[in-house]
């Protein structure tokens, strides 16, 4: 008597290519992410000391000044009223500004420990209008407007406390790139602490 050995039919593993595909589609649908994401985030270009952009065309044009004009950065110019909004609506908007809005954020109206001059830098874009202001709660004070250069930069040297009335307490940064009727704003992380 003769014993037939038959084999079992290998069964096809379906779940092998229903996995690979899977795990095909999570990586494209990851790598596709993290592509928007960084460009997402190069678009924007705000470093953390800075602040975070805010688009707001609701900003005036330029904040109440008072007091003395600080002195003019070397790499801007005064612009009082060269940018009228409304008149040129195909203009680009600025980029949000970003640099050092203040070089000191706890300074002393005396001037003693801590000096009671700052610079301030306003990165945008080039040619655009940049302004600083400083809000404690309905009082705002600025910085005059100036016009960045080539590179986008603008820079208020050594301007005093008292140049533009800014009194002892806390006062929120905000700077401010306007680029014909469009805007663009980027607030400091920090506020700015006047002492006596």
Same mark, same amino acid.
């Given at each position: ?31 596709? #992410?993290?592509?928007? @994401? @960084? ?7 705000? *470093? ?6 805010? /688009?707001?065309?609701?900003?005036? @044009?330029? !904040? ?5 004009? *600080?002195? %003019? ?14 008149? $040129?609506?195909?203009?680009?908007? *600025? ?23 700052? %610079?301030?830098?306003?990165?945008? /874009?080039?040619? !655009? /209008? ?7 709660? &309905? ?20 301007? /005093?406390?008292?140049?533009? &009335? #800014?009194?002892? &307490? %806390?006062? @929120? %940064?905000? !700077?401010?790139?306007?680029? &014909? ?6 607030? $400091?992380?920090?506020? #700015?602490?006047?002492?006596?």
């Amino acid at each position: 008597m003769s014993y037939t050995i038959q084999k079992r039919p290998q069964k096809q593993k379906p779940t092998i290519i229903i996995v690979s595909v899977a795990v095909a589609v999570l990586v494209l649908t990851a790598a596709g #992410l993290l592509y928007w @994401h @960084h460009t997402a985030r190069t678009a924007k270009r705000v *470093p953390i000391n800075t602040g975070t952009a805010i /688009s707001d065309p609701n900003v005036p @044009h330029k !904040a109440p000044n008072s007091g003395t004009s *600080p002195s %003019t950065g070397t790499s801007g110019s005064k612009d009082e009223d060269s940018d009228t909004p409304g008149t $040129d609506s195909n203009t680009a908007a *600025p980029a949000a500004p970003t640099g050092q809005f203040i070089s000191n954020h706890h300074p002393n109206l005396s001037g003693n420990p801590a000096p009671n001059t700052e %610079t301030s830098t306003c990165t945008t /874009s080039p040619g !655009a /209008s940049c302004t600083i202001t400083f809000t404690n709660g &309905g009082t705002v004070k600025s910085l005059p407007v100036q016009k960045t250069n080539a590179n986008g930069t603008t820079v208020w040297t050594d301007w /005093s406390l008292q140049d533009i &009335g #800014l009194t002892q &307490g %806390t006062w @929120h %940064t905000r !700077a401010v790139a306007t680029n &014909g009727s469009r805007q663009a704003s980027a607030t $400091d992380v920090m506020d #700015l602490v006047v002492n006596p």
